[in-house]
């Protein structure tokens, strides 16, 4: 459909190597590094019994590992006439402000369906005095800061203060901790959008380089590697700061545990780098090229059909689903089986990325989804058991990983050939994406709810049982 020199598909293979070994390497890493550290984080928290301490290290510790999130810097570096630190530092400044929130809401026992309500209500309002323009960037950041990194730590913390509490309600409430680090970016940005002017709204589109022979494209990857390892160093650092000052003054860890995290982050730091290596030389360029040639050509309405396929599968090659999957399968003792959540989180995006491709090949303005999408999400709060409101919102940003903003923004990009209005209509791919979960895993729950209603009123030998998880 959008034939591709053969070098360049080389480069898009090569990618494919490197970003399955990065992945592999970084869910090893982050187990043994990320995990660890956010539930050890969380736990120690709630034990000080010290109000400012606990608001004080919530902020600053959603601040760092945002700074750290890859997906942001790529996000960062694809808006025009914002300099990327102004996105960073606001973000990450959102993201450790609802950070602190969630704490407080778990600590406190306030019901996440009344939070959300609020919070979402108030996001709307906002959107009313923003630029266009800001409204969707604003969306979008609350996609993209939930990626590999702030997802394992985050929803960590909720397992360790979840942990200290102990109560009946303890393991519904370590859910949504990521989903108010998701609104927090939202809010941060529209407010930059009341006050900021960008200098440009046309972006940059990506330059594909020329490769003949196999040597031209290991000379790619090469050369992109350093950048890599910079990029990952400079935002992992705050959090090996932050885990030495942690075990300074609680001493946590004993030597073997403490050389245990440390290789952890070995791994997570060598798995991201290969991950962003392969991305950023074979998979934004084509991302770009393929949705250009594809918009030009007499099949553009199949971009329709093929954004829906592409958004089913691409969803198991995000990092931090496995992460997710994991946490839901632990928490709920099996009774709610990943497998089930993928498939959902698959369907979800699959409808998000179709609806994407129609608005870039159409123009239609991103408020007639989100309104209705994020009213149906909340409403739907009050049908579903309360474990699967916090899976579900979470899920909402775990989704929109760095392939969804490495690969399918730019393929977006391309395909809306207007640049002036690049902005409007090819950004707002990650909220999408973003919101789509809210409903499917919503509804997830309510089928569970409904099967289980069932079974109540079947009677069984002591010796069989009713599988609940097809």
């Known amino acids: 459909m959008a034939p591709i020199p053969v070098g360049t598909l080389a480069l898009f293979l090569f990618g494919a190597v490197l970003l399955i070994l990065g992945m592999g390497l970084f869910v090893l890493g982050v187990d043994m590094f990320l995990v660890r550290l956010g539930e050890d984080f969380g736990a120690k928290m709630i034990a000080s019994k010290r109000v400012a301490l606990v608001a004080v290290i919530s902020f600053l510790m959603g601040f760092i590992v945002t700074i750290a999130e890859p997906a942001l810097l790529v996000q960062a570096s694809l808006v025009p006439g914002i300099p990327d630190v102004v996105i960073i530092f606001t973000v990450s400044a959102g993201v450790g402000l609802f950070l602190l929130v969630g704490v407080f809401r778990i600590l406190l026992r306030i019901p996440l369906s009344t939070l959300l309500v609020f919070l979402y209500f108030g996001?709307?309002?906002?959107?009313?005095?923003?630029?266009?323009?800001?409204?969707?960037?604003?969306?979008?950041?609350?996609?993209?800061?939930?990626?590999?990194v702030t997802v394992p730590f985050i929803m960590s913390i909720g397992l360790g203060l979840a942990s200290v509490r102990g109560d009946r309600e303890a393991r519904e409430d370590s859910f949504g901790l990521v989903a108010l680090g998701s609104i927090g970016p939202i809010i941060a940005v529209m407010v930059l959008g009341l006050f900021f002017k960008p200098d440009s709204v046309l972006p940059e589109m990506a330059h594909i380089p020329e490769v003949v022979m196999s040597s031209d494209v290991l000379l790619e990857f090469f050369r992109e590697i350093p950048r890599s390892i910079i990029d990952v160093a400079s935002a992992m650092w705050p959090i090996i700061v932050a885990l030495l000052v942690?075990?300074?003054?609680?001493?946590?860890?004993?030597?073997?545990?403490?050389?245990?995290?440390?290789?952890?982050?070995?791994?997570?730091?060598?798995?991201?780098?290969?991950?962003?290596?392969?991305?950023?030389?074979?998979?934004?360029?084509i991302g770009q090229h393929i949705g250009k040639y594809l918009a030009e050509s007499s099949l553009k309405w199949l971009?329709?059909?093929?954004?829906?396929?592409?958004?089913?599968?691409?969803?198991?090659?995000?990092?931090?689903?496995?992460?997710?999957?994991?946490?839901?399968?632990?928490?709920?003792?099996?009774g709610i089986p990943g497998k089930a959540v993928l498939r959902y989180l698959s369907a979800g995006t699959a409808v998000a990325l179709a609806i994407s491709m129609l608005r870039a090949l159409t123009g239609i303005s991103i408020y007639w989804f989100l309104v209705p999408g994020?009213?149906?999400?909340?409403?739907?709060?009050?049908?579903?058991?309360?474990?699967?409101?916090?899976?579900?919102?979470?899920?909402?940003?775990?989704?929109?990983?760095?392939?969804?903003?490495?690969?399918?923004?730019?393929?977006?990009?391309?395909?809306?050939?207007d640049p002036s209005k690049i902005m409007t209509d090819a950004f707002g791919l990650v909220a999408m994406v973003a919101m789509m979960p809210l409903i499917t895993l919503q509804l997830m729950g309510f089928v569970f709810k409904k099967r289980i209603n069932e079974a109540k009123n079947i009677d069984l030998p002591d010796d069989e049982f009713i599988e609940l998880d097809n």
């Open 123 to 148: 996001v709307m309002i906002l959107s009313i005095f923003v630029p266009d323009n800001f409204v969707v960037i604003s969306f979008d950041s609350g996609g993209v800061t939930t990626g590999p």
């Open 246 to 285: 942690f075990q300074l003054f609680t001493r946590r860890y004993h030597k073997n545990q403490l050389i245990r995290v440390i290789m952890g982050a070995v791994y997570t730091f060598v798995g991201l780098a290969l991950f962003f290596t392969g991305v950023n030389v074979g998979f934004i360029p």
């Open 303 to 334: 971009l329709i059909p093929l954004g829906g396929v592409i958004g089913y599968f691409i969803v198991a090659a995000e990092p931090a689903i496995h992460v997710l999957r994991k946490q839901i399968e632990e928490i709920s003792g099996g």
């Open 374 to 417: 994020y009213a149906i999400a909340v409403l739907l709060t009050f049908f579903v058991p309360k474990i699967f409101i916090g899976i579900a919102f979470d899920s909402g940003g775990v989704v929109t990983g760095p392939m969804i903003s490495t690969f399918l923004l730019p393929f977006s990009m391309g395909v809306c050939l």
